[in-house]
């Protein structure tokens, strides 16, 4: 069984309360139980985790080669910041999908440039929880070899 490791950074604990107009009403462990539910009917094994220190991210990220087979990462206002989390990614050689609940393109400029998405595969931003959902769809598409990624 492929096991994915859904790493959230900083003020994602926050969720539910935090700005819902823009990350809507859901809490974390609402996100990851909705994310549990559906890796299993995926046939995935997940591990959920959440940290507001970029040193204990990268700590996750390095620990996830050999335990994990990808990763589904929102790294919060370190992806726009983060080339630490970037090169963690580069080394662990895991797919890595990129998550964000809003849009952050169409936000303030600064978080237009995302490090994260030069290591990772692809990124989800913009549907809200559901694009957790999505990126496990993603991964499990690229664990079995299916196109497009
Ligand atoms: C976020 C977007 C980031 O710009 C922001 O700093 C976050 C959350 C998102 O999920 O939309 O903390 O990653």
Not at 18 to 41: F, I, K, N
Not at 45 to 58: D, K, R
């Amino acid at each position: 069984m492929k096991s994915v490791l859904i790493l959230n950074g900083p003020n994602l604990n926050l969720l539910g309360t935090r700005q819902p107009e823009v990350y809507g009403s859901e809490t974390l462990a609402m996100v990851e139980d909705r994310c549990r539910g559906h890796a299993e009917a995926l046939g995935l094994a997940v591990t959920c985790v959440q940290s507001n220190h970029e040193g204990v991210l990268l700590d996750h990220i390095h620990a996830a080669k050999g335990t994990h087979h990808g990763l589904v990462l929102n790294a919060g206002a370190y992806t726009h910041t983060s080339v630490a989390l970037m090169d963690a990614i580069y080394s662990v050689e895991l797919p890595t999908v990129e998550v964000h609940l809003s849009n952050i393109h169409s936000r303030e400029s600064f978080r237009h440039r995302s490090y994260i998405s030069r290591a990772a595969i692809g990124q989800i931003c913009g549907f809200g929880s559901f694009g957790y959902l999505m990126a496990l769809d993603a991964l499990q598409q690229h664990f079995s070899g299916g196109a497009p990624i």
